[in-house]
């Protein structure tokens, strides 16, 4: 079973070979592919002179826009499916997700369609984050919970397992959300299709180096977005 881990970056150069580093020491064939928007740190150029370390493994692609983390993985997911992978990851390149995990994820997916890495089906698992960016991010999925009814503890986590089968039938192409709208997009998406979802608890750590690009524009889009979402249900529209 061919297995690919997405990793979208912009100025990650710090963290960026660490990261595939880590990856690739858990030996359980995953393969890398590095979705990068044109940064001006140079993290691109740090991949391809890693490739030829990695030359069958880590794979790089250059986008030219930088529109949003959710344009990132739908060409991320595009890639994979046209390259025949059967399971598809979703992790930063930061650290906030512990690569080992990716082990965890791609168990639980052997008897679920969808398994996503959870900072809040156990209480909160989260540690290094500013007490107001904690209640944000749960009060957040709380608030996605009860408007669309889904039953996802974590709606905007970004640490995901899917199985090929998913990413063929969501409908990428009707995906709209850019920011962390999009992890609830396709998760919603996914629920609505039938597709069996499970939460493997994790711990987050914030990231050490690099700069979040977490900003209010990002918030907005998932707040209202959930609305559109729901209505768009509502009207057999979505």
């Keep these: 079973m061919k297995k690919l881990v997405i990793i979208p970056t912009y100025n990650e150069k710090e963290n960026i070979e660490n990261i595939i580093t880590a990856v690739f020491a858990l030996q359980q064939d995953f393969h890398i592919l590095i979705v990068d928007d044109t940064s001006p740190d140079g993290t691109a150029q740090i991949v391809a002179n890693l490739q030829q370390r990695y030359p069958e493994h880590l794979h790089l ?76 991010s749960y009060f957040a999925s709380r608030y996605v919970r009860f408007i669309l009814g889904i039953p996802v503890h974590d709606t905007t986590a970004g640490f995901v397992c899917f199985s090929r089968k998913v990413l063929e039938n969501i409908g990428l192409e009707n995906i709209k959300l850019k920011g962390y709208g999009f992890q609830i997009e396709m998760k919603y998406r996914a629920f609505k299709k039938g597709f069996r979802i499970v939460e493997v608890p994790i711990i987050f750590t914030n990231r050490e180096l690099g700069e979040s690009k977490m900003n209010g524009g990002i918030i907005h889009e998932a707040v209202f977005g959930v609305l559109n979402l729901k209505l768009k249900s509502i009207l057999g529209k979505l």
């Design 61 to 136: 692609t250059v986008r030219k826009d930088k529109d949003g983390l959710g344009k990132a993985y739908i060409h991320g997911f595009r890639w994979a499916l046209q390259q025949q992978y059967d399971f598809i990851f979703e992790m930063d390149a930061d650290f906030s997700h512990n690569p080992q995990d990716l082990i965890r994820l791609f168990d639980a997916c052997q008897n679920a369609d969808m398994s996503i890495g959870s900072r809040y089906s156990r209480g909160v698992n989260v540690v290094n984050w500013p007490m107001g960016r904690v209640l944000l």
